[in-house]
């Protein structure tokens, strides 16, 4: 199915991700309800913990696969208007595989061996693959955050995080105030993991997430599951 998308409708996903969050949040069996609450505060003050930047847009996914891990948040600040054009040229993924393969960051992805590598990255320039698509998305993804939100096992979710940071350019951990004041921040460090407290309804940043470099496959991956969330919406 094509996807033809406005810049309004664009800039404005932020919200339809609240609603989704707040929806999903209800009906999700095994979910803590106040981990829950904790995710739809984030969505909802999301443009206040990072803010896109002129000219872009946020993007909010839940609970997406990354890697070897799923957050519980996962926010992209990406070009409005390169989007668009994104959305409408561009040839699909199927697995992160594939990405990695064809941005050429790794010669032999963790779990395939090297002649497989080699057999997809044919296939995939034979399928018309456009290395023009891989410069746009290096250009289009300017940030992302993943976020793990937990109501009191602090340890647990900088394991998790763990498992998801090399999938973003930022990683934080969400955790009620009085949860937050006892989290080693020498721990964060080493993950170089951000921390945020939800005071009320208020969220702010206790400690900043650092940014990182994201590889070109990440990229590329992130932009497969943005486009897939969109075209479900």
């Known amino acids: 199915m094509d996807i033809l998308l406005s810049t309004s409708v664009l800039v404005q996903h ?39 930047g002129a ?42 595989t594939e990405a990695q393969v064809i941005s050429g960051d790794v010669d032999e992805p963790v779990g395939v061996s090297a002649s497989y590598a080699r057999d997809l990255r044919s296939k995939m320039q034979a399928a018309n693959w456009k290395d023009s698509q891989l410069a746009h998305a290096r250009n289009l993804v300017h940030d992302s955050l993943a976020v793990e939100a937990k109501m009191s096992d602090w340890r647990r979710a900088v394991r998790q995080v763990a498992r998801f940071g090399p999938m973003a350019h930022r990683t934080a951990i969400l955790m009620p105030e009085n949860v937050a004041a006892r989290v080693d921040l020498p721990t964060l460090d080493v993950y170089e993991s951000g921390l945020i407290e939800m005071s009320g309804d208020r969220l702010s940043w206790l400690r900043t997430a650092p940014k990182r470099p994201l590889g070109d496959a990440q990229k590329l991956w992130l932009l497969e599951l943005l486009h897939r969330q969109l075209q479900r919406d």
């Open 55 to 96: 000219g872009r847009s946020l993007h909010l996914m839940l609970e997406p696969r990354i890697g070897r891990g799923r957050p519980d948040v996962l926010l992209l600040a990406i070009s409005s208007s390169g989007l668009i054009s994104y959305l409408r040229k561009a040839n699909r993924l199927a697995t992160f």
């Open 14 to 52: 932020i919200d339809v991700a609240a609603d989704l969050v707040k929806a999903k949040a209800m009906r999700t069996v095994g979910v803590p309800i106040h981990e829950a609450r904790l995710t739809e505060a984030f969505a909802q003050d999301a443009h206040n913990l990072m803010p896109p």
